[in-house]
């Protein structure tokens, strides 16, 4: 409450109080100090009454001033934090490298991502120099020349020591005394490795499709020549430039199989499926070809077998590959034997040969399309795509199974894959030996 309002006040108590006492009093000096004691008898507590709940009152109003405000701050506070979270949060998942430097290039923030490409934990990279977190030196020159030009800078940065290629890009925030930098790496390892398989491919192709090209154009000049008049010359030849359009038939037809699968357009037809149906099947349409070279084709299952769920064609698209390997790439009186046995809810299917084996640092590879494994087989002259085992895996991974290769050098190899179980109470008897 006002002073003015205690003041209005008082003076109503006063002149009620002299009014009430005009009758009985005459105007001495003597009465109007008893008036004036008995309106000051009267105001005091009146006016104690008002200051307290004056009091009262601004103590309630600015308490409650007071709470709006904390609670106006704990807003805030509350938001700046969420906000923090949120930033912490996009920058720890975010799959770029991202570093917040100060004017004297100390790494004042950085994210998980930064701290993998740079392989350093965050506690050595806190307030340390960029120069001595980023070691390479064409990262520091491109952090250098940002600071120095006051302009963005940017670069392809290839890791030699973990093998990633990075572009960096340094951007001033604030171009003033006092600045910011922002330093972002994006990890390009995938993009590269992806084009060089695409150089890879288009070499690879151009090659396989030069080579019985040439072939015919040279049988076709050779005919052109003369040699069309023999009869039996001429015969011989044309068989040869039929042998290499087959070729570029079989190289076209297994690209266009690989394509289909990787990109999904292939429709897999799956079914419970006998496992002796698809090993016997591939084993009697090669074992003319076994005979020839007197190789001695086993088929082995231990115990009995459940249906398996696939889609039998492509199924014995990749028998008839590994089978077709693994009598070309085994000399004259070897074996080849095709097993499978049953491991928890799978079958395990495998084709071992007494071949010349794959050397240790090709085994990795020879899933790759176009990869050959030619250390010790190119002695032998045989051919092939390179592209048979890449739509074996294809087709094995869409069925949800594994493959893989065990081998050693002049001792053979075994190749694997494993089938989903269809009903594991059907079970099916086999054993049978072709030679």
């Not at 693994?326 to 074996?335: D, L, Y």
Request: with cysteine; glycine share 6%; charged share 25%.
């Amino acid at each position: 409450m006002a002073t003015s309002q205690v003041a209005i006040l008082l003076l109503v108590v006063l002149f009620v109080a002299s009014w009430l006492n005009l009758e009985s009093c005459q105007q001495t000096i003597g009465c109007a100090g008893r008036v004036v004691r008995w309106a000051l008898a009267v105001s005091i507590p009146v006016v104690v009454l008002v200051s307290w709940l004056w009091g009262r009152w601004h103590s309630n109003k600015t308490q409650t001033i007071t709470d709006q405000l904390e609670r106006d701050y704990n807003r805030q506070v509350s938001l700046v934090e969420f906000q923090r979270q949120r930033i912490h949060t996009v920058l720890h998942y975010l799959a770029d490298g991202v570093l917040l430097l100060n004017n004297r290039g100390e790494v004042r923030l950085i994210n998980q991502a930064a701290l993998d490409m740079l392989n350093i934990p965050e506690s050595e990279a806190i307030g340390q120099l960029f120069s001595s977190v980023a070691w390479h030196h064409r990262l520091i020159d491109l952090w250098q020349a940002c600071r120095e030009s006051a302009e963005e800078q940017r670069g392809t940065v290839e890791l030699d020591r973990r093998g990633l290629f990075l572009e960096a890009i340094f951007t001033p925030i604030e171009p003033q005394e006092g600045s910011s930098y922002l330093v972002v790496f994006q990890d390009l390892t995938r993009i590269r490795r992806l084009e060089s398989i695409r150089r890879d491919f288009i070499g690879n192709v151009s090659h396989e499709l030069l080579t019985p090209i040439a072939s015919v154009r040279a049988v076709v000049e050779t005919l052109e020549d003369g040699a069309l008049d023999n009869r039996e010359i001429a015969l011989k030849f044309l068989g040869r430039a039929a042998d290499e359009v087959d070729a570029m038939t079989q190289l076209v037809n297994e690209l266009l199989t690989l394509t289909r699968i990787e990109s999904g357009v292939t429709e897999f037809h799956f079914e419970p499926n006998s496992v002796g149906d698809l090993l016997l099947k591939p084993v009697e349409r090669f074992a003319e070809q076994a005979q020839r070279k007197e190789i001695e084709l086993l088929v082995n299952v231990q115990g009995e077998l459940p249906l398996v769920h696939v889609d039998s064609d492509q199924i014995g698209q990749v028998v008839r590959n590994l089978l077709h390997n693994a009598i070309k790439h085994t000399p004259r009186q070897g074996r080849v034997k095709l097993s499978a046995k049953k491991k928890k809810e799978e079958v395990v299917i495998s084709i071992r040969d007494s071949g010349v084996g794959i050397h240790p640092d090709d085994l990795p590879r020879i899933f790759e399309r176009f990869y050959k494994a030619d250390r010790a087989r190119n002695r032998q002259a045989v051919s092939g795509t390179g592209l048979g085992l890449s739509i074996a895996k294809h087709i094995i991974l869409a069925h949800e199974g594994r493959i893989w290769a065990e081998s050693e050098l002049l001792k053979g190899s075994t190749f694997y894959f494993t089938l989903p179980i269809a009903v594991p109470e059907d079970a099916e008897p086999l054993s049978q030996q072709i030679g």
